[in-house]
């Protein structure tokens, strides 16, 4: 069964640093997604991409997130000057359309520590 | 507020036992309904979601949720849990419209005892 992959496993940065977290959606899925979440909380939305723009965007994703697509296959999100609240759980996920009770299909995650 | 509440935080059942697990959500309309499972060192996988049509729905791994639209709940049970289903669970909505984002509840942590 396809499915969403994520490297690396566990990222650790220092402050002021930058991270790309990298993203291997479902091949002929349209839409893909970044959530995290930050231990002991909830599962937040940061940002929806699709046909090479953003379609949506959270209050969190400001201007120290990126996300692109760098080739057919992978989705990145960059965090330019990481901070220590940026330490969480990133996840991805890709739908195969918009579509709001489309199936978002999410990888194992990426964590993040910032020290 | 507008929101998705699970009360239940953590949550023991026997092998066996029938469980359920609560969400109510807070929004002007009916959004889209979700339930997803996180198993520990895994991601998110979808057990079932609802929008219309019955509102008994099945899902897999034996799971059901009711949608009651006069309770704004979407419980999630199951007849007889196995030791497998220790997980974290998490109860999700779309508001529909312009936007596909998942807003996410909080989670119950399901601890299975034999």
């Known amino acids: 069964e396809p499915e969403v992959t994520q490297t690396p496993s566990h990222q650790v940065t220092q402050m002021g640093q930058e991270v790309i977290l990298r993203c291997v959606p479902i091949s002929n899925h349209l839409y893909f997604y970044w959530y995290r979440q930050i231990l002991g909380q909830k599962v937040e939305f940061l940002v929806s991409?699709?046909?090479?723009?953003?379609?949506?965007k959270s209050e969190i994703f400001d201007d120290q997130f990126s996300v692109e697509r760098p080739d057919g296959s992978n989705f990145t999100l960059k965090i330019r000057s990481t901070k220590l609240e940026d330490s969480a759980m990133y996840f991805c996920a890709s739908s195969e359309d918009g579509r709001p009770i489309d199936t978002q299909y999410f990888g194992p995650g990426t964590r993040l520590t910032v020290l | 507020a507008q929101s998705v509440t699970q009360p239940d935080i953590h949550i023991t059942v026997s092998e066996g036992a029938s469980l359920e697990l609560r969400c109510n959500y807070s929004y002007g309309a009916t959004p889209y309904l979700f339930w997803y499972v996180q198993s520990p060192g895994q991601g998110l996988q979808l057990l079932l979601k609802y929008f219309s049509g019955d509102t008994l729905v099945q899902g897999i791994k034996g799971f059901e949720a009711e949608f009651k639209r006069s309770q704004s709940s979407f419980n999630l049970r199951k007849p007889s849990v196995h030791w497998s289903d220790a997980a974290e669970y998490f109860c999700?909505?779309?508001?529909?419209?312009?936007?596909?984002?998942?807003?996410f509840g909080t989670g119950t942590l399901l601890a299975v005892q034999p």
């Open positions: 991409f699709y046909n090479n723009e953003i379609s949506e």
């Open positions: 999700a909505v779309v508001l529909g419209g312009a936007t596909n984002k998942l807003i």
